[in-house]
T-cell receptor, first 113, second 112 residues
Framework: NAGVTQTPKFQVLKTGQSMTLQCAQD?????MSWYRQDPGMGLRLIHY???????DQGEVPNGYNVSRSTTEDFPLRLLSAAPSQTSVYFC????????????FGDGTRLSIL | KQEVTQIPAALSVPEGENLVLNCSFT??????LQWFRQDPGKGLTSLLL?????REQTSGRLNASLDKSSGRSTLYIAASQPGDSATYLC???????????FGQGTELSVKP
């Protein structure tokens, strides 16, 4: 039982490049979300999904896109990377929403030069 | 706008001590409050979830309480051990849609 798997674990990008952070869960969870964690700012919600085909914005959605074509996968796309997007990104999931324990992946550490 | 605060930011205690971590929130209209643990370089692990209708939850040496009217929660750790060293975060859900609002965490160090 792998839980929530995030890839890659580390990534360095140049300003303007695009990339996709992958998140997969094998627990048949309907709710998935993406957070970024920055020193002094805590964790902030980027986007979330309550099921396949349904996504919504969180606190800091600008510069990021998501889609949810399957229950298992919830990729996060950076359209044109900026230094302000340097952060640690966490994916989380739960059975049906935020009123249940959230399961987190180990994160992707992203540096934008 | 909901704001969540955790004080202190860091805490160091000797092994065996009982300790309390604090979490406060500005909007009492919450659905639940969750406590998490984060080890260095790792993701968050859910410890306890208290629904808004509950006063406390217990798991092993951990006990979390919730006082909605005063906007406070405490996480009590009994007989602390070096393995308890980690950052502890609280988060609340409420009328902000499908989102959790996190505090910035308390970094706990338990010395042998």
């Amino acid at each position: 039982n792998a839980g929530v798997t995030q890839t890659p674990k580390f990534q360095v990008l140049k300003t303007g490049q695009s990339m996709t952070l992958q998140c997969a869960q094998d627990m048949n969870h309907e709710y998935m979300s993406w957070y970024r964690q920055d020193p002094g700012m805590g964790l902030r919600l980027i986007h979330y999904s309550v099921g396949a085909g349904i996504t919504d914005q969180g606190e800091v959605p600008n510069g990021y896109n998501v889609s949810r074509s399957t229950t298992e996968d919830f990729p996060l796309r950076l359209l044109s990377a900026a230094p302000s997007q340097t952060s640690v990104y966490f994916c989380a999931s739960s059975y049906s929403g935020i009123n249940q324990p959230q399961h987190f992946g180990d994160g992707t550490r992203l540096s934008i030069l | 706008k909901q704001e969540v605060t955790q004080i202190p930011a860091a805490l160091s205690v000797p092994e065996g001590e009982n300790l309390v971590l604090n979490c406060s929130f500005t909007d009492s209209a919450i659905y639940n409050l969750q406590w998490f643990r984060q080890d260095p370089g790792k993701g968050l692990t859910s410890l306890l979830l208290i629904q808004s209708s509950q006063r406390e939850q217990t798991s092993g040496r951990l006990n979390a309480s919730l006082d909605k009217s005063s906007g406070r929660s405490t996480l009590y750790i009994a007989a602390s051990q070096p393995g308890d060293s980690a950052t502890y975060l609280c988060a609340v859900s409420g009328n902000q849609g499908g989102k959790l609002i996190f505090g910035q965490g308390t970094e706990l160090s338990v010395k042998p």
